[in-house]
Nanobody, 126 residues
Framework: QVQLVESGGGLVQAGGSLRLSCAAS????????MGWFRQAPGKEREFVTT????????AYADSVKGRFTISRDNAKNTVYLEMNSLKPEDTAVYYC???????????????????WGQGTQVTVSS
């Protein structure tokens, strides 16, 4: 079992920045890849970014490439999402997720992640 708790969401103006954190517990954090997804009202959950368990490989959705950065601190059992140049279309509930199965890299679909946090709201005003 893995427990995930996100924090850091909030309201920000367009062009601003936010940093999300996701604290993990329950399994050896350094042994599995982590991802961030988001879900806007009326839309399906979509992939944002993922980072490998070894920490040196990342993948991003085209919509956030160059603006968002994922990182992890295995000593703190935490994954981060640094979001810059935020746009109103980034407004969504953001979820972190754990990929324990590791069937492929990168894992880009929600179905490939076994554990999820409760989500944190990010609202970008225009």
């Amino acid at each position: 079992q893995v427990q995930l708790v996100e924090s850091g969401g909030g309201l920000v103006q367009a062009g601003g920045s936010l940093r999300l954190s996701c604290a993990a517990s329950g399994r050896t954090f350094s042994s599995y890849s982590m991802g961030w997804f988001r879900q806007a009202p009326g839309k399906e959950r979509e992939f944002v970014t993922t980072i490998s368990w070894w920490g040196s490989s990342t993948a991003y959705a085209d919509s956030v490439k160059g603006r968002f950065t994922i990182s992890r601190d295995n000593a703190k059992n935490t994954v981060y999402l640094e979001m810059n140049s935020l746009k109103p279309e980034d407004t969504a509930v953001y979820y972190c997720a754990a990929d324990l199965g590791g069937s492929r890299w990168p894992a880009l679909t929600a179905a490939e992640y076994e554990y999820w946090g409760q989500g944190t709201q990010v609202t970008v005003s225009s």
